[in-house]
């Protein structure tokens, strides 16, 4: 057994520490640490005497809820793994990813736990459901003694999914270590901007389905601060907190800091209490910044990452943030803590000199365990000696900044959502009109990339783009819909039949620096 921390080892000494203190805030209802950490040796036990075993899935679907981290926390003191499921997804989807997980027991949020229950009937292998009305009764009705079931550091936590480049999600399994690493790290080592305390407050508004929200919130709660769980983005509503709850720390996409900028009481607001806006998933633009520190005044960081590497490993600090437009500006900044490795490898993983472009890869102890009953594709994505294959295409500065110039498999980012042009032509070649189609991803000021399909009609046969994107919608989630629909006469290939994506991007991307926004 290792000593490093755990989950639930650490709920259980923050619980003891900080006993009557808030952990978490919703809709007006607090959570302290001690009633989080009992609640959570109540869920674990629960999920014992339901015949749950250490190693085994339990899930989540429903948007942000304080449920979700007494799962959480709960299912780590059960030794169990947690597999909280995109709530935006189509059925089909829901289901292929609650069946390849294997997940034994769900809990499912008022606007899904129907959609489930029609997916589970009849099913001898459904997992058992409990909607979140029905939560809390069964909880209390549970013991709240500790179960003290061996962890280790070195277990799968969470797995959370990940769009796939062949049209199917893949199960990125994180370790209790992954996502506590920073826990191990003395405070001086913690840069300046990331370092919690115990005043702090943020805004958990980033779904905990992604990274974003399991992770942010995961960081609050260990460093003893108060999580503001928000069910989905609203800006009036994060204006009102920004006024009322003392918010010091937010993080969010670009898009949503648009939204809020663009609130007519934006400028109203008192933001004196807000210490760092962090922000991911896609580079800020330079407006967009500029418009942003004029207004919330504040330090502003950028952070590189992904599901695989347990949230950031990479960011461009307040230093870095300059309205003049500096050329760093445009990069993902630096390794944010010791111990993250980033080098430039070109397709046989050999490293590229400075300056040089190749595939961005990185080694670090926040770099995930592998993905779930996949191994051909852990082994693709992981070498032998640890190095993480991102699929982005970037360059190193002789300063270490790193600098994203493309996608190497050629994922599209829209307002802080993955989508695979793959998983999107699958279900788009369907389509009775459809011949051929290609997805690819163009500049968008509100979303920073939005989704576009390029398509060929079948003889006979014409294709009316809105018909396809209502068609489309019933089949994939709606932040993976095209916005618009091309019609070509024929899709430009190499000499091998390789669609050229790079050909029907060109025109969109015509003036920008790089090829994503």
């Avoid at 840069?191 to 508004?205: E, G, Q």
């Avoid at 800091?257 to 760092?276: C, F, K, N, S």
Wanted: hydrophobic share 45%; charged share 20%.
């Amino acid at each position: 057994m290792s000593d490093e921390p755990t989950l639930g080892a650490l709920i259980r000494a923050q619980g003891a520490r900080y006993g009557d203190k808030t952990a978490l805030r919703f809709e007006g209802a607090d959570t302290s640490y001690a009633a989080l950490d009992a609640r959570a040796s109540r869920v674990a036990n629960g999920l014992i005497a339901q015949g749950i075993r250490p190693g085994e899935r339990i899930g989540y679907l429903g948007k942000n809820h304080p449920a979700y981290y007494e799962l959480l926390f709960g299912a780590a003191k059960a030794g169990a793994v947690m597999v909280p499921v995109n709530w935006r997804l189509a059925d089909a989807e829901l289901d292929w990813i609650i069946r390849d997980a294997q997940v034994r027991w769900i809990v499912a949020g008022p606007d899904f736990a129907g959609r489930l229950a029609a997916l589970f009937a009849g099913r001898a292998d459904a997992p058992t459901l409990l909607p979140l009305t029905d939560y809390p009764a069964w909880r209390d009705g549970q013991p709240d003694n500790d179960p003290d079931v061996a962890v280790d550091a070195g277990d799968v936590a969470v797995q959370l999914y990940t769009s796939g480049t062949t049209g199917r999600p893949k199960g990125a399994m994180l370790s209790h270590r992954n996502l506590l690493v920073y826990r191990t790290l003395p405070v001086d080592a913690q840069p300046a901007w990331n370092r919690f305390t115990d005043d702090d407050v943020s805004l958990i508004v980033m779904p905990v389905f992604h990274i974003g929200g399991t992770g942010f919130g995961t960081q609050t709660l260990a460093a003893g601060a108060t999580g503001l769980v928000v069910a989905e983005f609203d800006a009036g509503q994060v204006l009102d907190f920004i006024e009322h709850e003392r918010l010091s720390k937010i993080f969010v996409v670009p898009s949503a800091l648009q939204m809020l900028l663009g609130h007519p009481r934006a400028r109203e607001v008192d933001y004196g209490r807000i210490r760092t806006i962090l922000y991911g998933a896609s580079p800020i633009p330079l407006p967009l910044l500029r418009e942003a520190m004029a207004v919330f005044r504040c330090g502003f960081v950028q952070m590189y990452g992904m599901t695989e590497t347990s949230g950031t490993v990479c960011a461009l600090t307040p230093e870095d943030h300059d309205p003049a437009g500096t050329v760093r500006m445009t990069s993902a900044g630096r390794p944010m803590m010791p111990g993250v490795e980033i080098r430039i490898q070109d397709a046989a993983g050999t490293p590229l000199p400075t300056g040089q472009s190749g595939e961005i890869a990185i080694r670090a102890p926040l770099v995930m365990v592998g993905y779930w009953q996949r191994p051909d594709a852990t082994a693709e994505a992981l070498s032998p000696d640890g190095w993480f294959r991102t699929g982005d295409a970037g360059y190193l500065d002789e300063g270490g900044y790193l600098f994203i110039q493309d996608r190497v498999k050629d994922m599209i980012v829209t307002g802080g959502e993955n989508v695979y042009p793959a998983e999107v032509e699958a279900a788009l070649y369907e389509h009775p009109a459809i011949a051929e189609v290609a997805v690819i991803g163009v500049p968008s000021a509100k979303w920073g990339e939005e989704v576009k399909a390029v398509a060929v009609a079948k003889p006979g046969t014409a294709i009316e783009p809105a018909e396809v994107i209502a068609w489309a919608r019933q089949r994939i989630a709606g932040y993976k819909l095209p916005k618009s629909v091309d019609v070509i006469p024929a899709l430009p290939r190499g000499p091998t039949g390789k669609i050229l994506r790079r050909e029907l991007r060109a025109p969109f991307w015509e003036g920008y620096a790089r090829n994503i926004n």
